[in-house]
């Protein structure tokens, strides 16, 4: 069964994106993976405290040690991200920053969501540079919700047609392309850093 773990990259107590998350792994877990929701408040990370580089993997922190173990377990990421100030947030940078290696050649779905017209585009567009520094294969097909809170209320996430349909074609090429990346034969990694 395939691993995907469903990462919420909101910073606000609000978490407006919350029943986006149940959305996606609801849909994830339809299609057949398993998926394991990490709320990044939840796992509270401090600002990046480890003393070697993360590609030596050489972490002094248990909370890092935790970290590695959960993104090592899975085979694919989906990132659920609200837009700040045009980019994603820091607590999701934080977080992709500790690891290396754990990240390598795994398929990486987006599901962005804004205040806004912008539908978090911009801060997918800025994620998508992180994540293949990480060596991560971000998936083209992408979900993005404008006005986030014309689609939530409290029975949770009113998508429209399109971000249904949307959310399935990231889904099927997100399996699909982690079944191509499971065959790879893990190359050295290559930055020097
Ligand atoms: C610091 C900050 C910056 C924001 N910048 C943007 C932005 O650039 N574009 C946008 O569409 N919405 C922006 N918003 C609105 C959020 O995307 C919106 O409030 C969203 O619901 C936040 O999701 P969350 O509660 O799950 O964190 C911003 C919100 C905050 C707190």
Redesign the pocket.
Known sequence: MVRVAVI???????????P?VAWIADKLRAAGAEVDVVDLQDLALPFYDEPNLPRLRRYVHQHTKDWSARVDAADAFVFVA??????F?AILKNALDYLHHEWHYKPAGLVT????????F??AQALRQILAALYMVPIQEAVAI????EH?DGSGFRPDARMDQAADGMIRELLRVQGVLKTLNMPEPKTDY
């Open positions: 919420s990259g909101s910073a606000s107590p609000n978490r407006t994106g919350a986006v609200p837009e700040y100030n045009g980019s947030p969501y804004g205040g806004g017209l912008t539908a978090g911009r801060g404008p006005f986030i809170k939530v």
